[in-house]
C-alpha cells in the first residue's frame, strides 16, 4: 500500500498522482456526497437538534430564573447566532472533505485521494484486499468498506472520514457516501475476483472466493450489521 502526497493541480488523471502503467485500466471513479457526509460523518442534524434545545432551554430558565422576557431573548439569540456558525463551519467541512476527494477503481488497486488541507493520495493494491462489504443508505448512496491484509498497515487518523467507524485496531479504509453503490461494488467485484484468478489460477481462485452479496447471488442473507459481504476474500 502506497502513501503520497500530491498536488491537484498537477494531477495527469484527475483522482491519481499518475498516469497508469501499460495494461492497467481505470474502471470507475467517482466523489461522496458532501450533504450525506455531513449528516453521517459530521454529524450536522444531531448538532443542529442539540444546539435547538440548548438555545430553547436557554430561554426559558433565563426567564424562569427571573430575567425579563427580553433579556431571554436577546441572549437566546445571541447563542442561536452562535450555533449557527458552528454549523456552518460543520458544512464547511463536509463540503471540502466531500468535494476534495475521488475515489478510483483499476484493475489493478483502489485509489483514494483526498485531503482538505493536505493533499494525500492513498493505492491499495488488490493483493492486500482481502475482504469487502458494502453498506446501503435510503437514498441510493453508499459504504465500500474494505479488509485489508494484517501486514499492510493503515493509519485511522490519517484516513479518517475515509474509514470504517471504530474500527481502530484494524482500520478498514473505506469508500463513503458514493453515489450508486451497487455499480461500484460490483465492478469492484468482477475486478478482485479477476485479479484472484489471474494470481491463484482458476481452481483455487474459485474456492477462495466468496460472492455472498445479496443482490448479486440469490438466497444470501446480510450479516447482523447489515453490511452485505461481497466482495472476493482470499484465504
Not at 148 to 175: G, K, Q, T
Request: charged content about 20%; glycine content about 8%.
Amino acid at each position: 500500500m502506497n502513501h503520497g502526497h500530491d498536488d491537484f493541480a498537477t494531477e495527469p488523471v484527475p483522482g491519481l498522482p499518475k498516469e497508469l502503467p501499460v495494461g492497467e485500466k481505470m474502471l470507475w471513479q467517482g466523489a461522496p456526497d458532501w450533504k450525506e457526509i455531513a449528516k453521517r460523518t459530521f454529524h450536522i442534524r444531531k448538532f443542529a437538534a442539540y444546539a435547538a434545545i440548548i438555545v430553547i432551554w436557554h430561554g426559558v430558565t433565563t426567564v424562569y430564573d427571573g430575567g425579563a422576557v427580553m433579556a431571554a431573548v436577546t441572549s437566546s439569540t445571541l447563542m442561536a447566532v452562535l450555533c449557527a456558525a458552528a454549523i456552518g463551519m460543520l458544512a464547511g467541512l463536509a463540503y471540502l472533505a466531500g468535494t476534495g476527494t475521488v475515489y478510483t477503481i483499476t484493475s489493478e488497486r483502489v485509489v483514494m485521494r483526498f485531503g482538505i488541507a493536505l493533499p494525500m493520495t492513498v493505492q491499495i493494491p488488490f493483493s492486500k484486499i482481502v475482504g469487502a462489504s458494502l453498506r446501503r443508505h435510503k437514498n441510493g448512496l453508499g459504504d465500500i468498506p474494505l479488509t485489508i491484509a494484517e501486514d499492510a498497515r493503515v493509519s485511522y487518523l490519517v484516513l479518517w472520514p475515509h474509514v470504517r467507524p471504530w474500527h481502530l485496531l484494524r482500520p478498514e479504509p473505506m469508500l463513503r457516501c458514493i453515489p450508486n453503490a451497487d455499480e461500484a461494488a460490483q465492478i469492484l467485484r468482477e475486478a478482485l475476483k479477476a485479479s484472484y484468478l489471474q494470481e491463484a489460477g482458476d481452481d483455487v481462485a474459485k474456492a477462495n472466493v466468496q460472492t455472498t452479496h445479496p443482490h448479486l447471488e440469490d438466497g444470501k442473507k446480510e450479516d447482523r450489521n447489515g453490511h452485505g459481504q461481497w466482495a472476493a476474500a482470499a484465504s
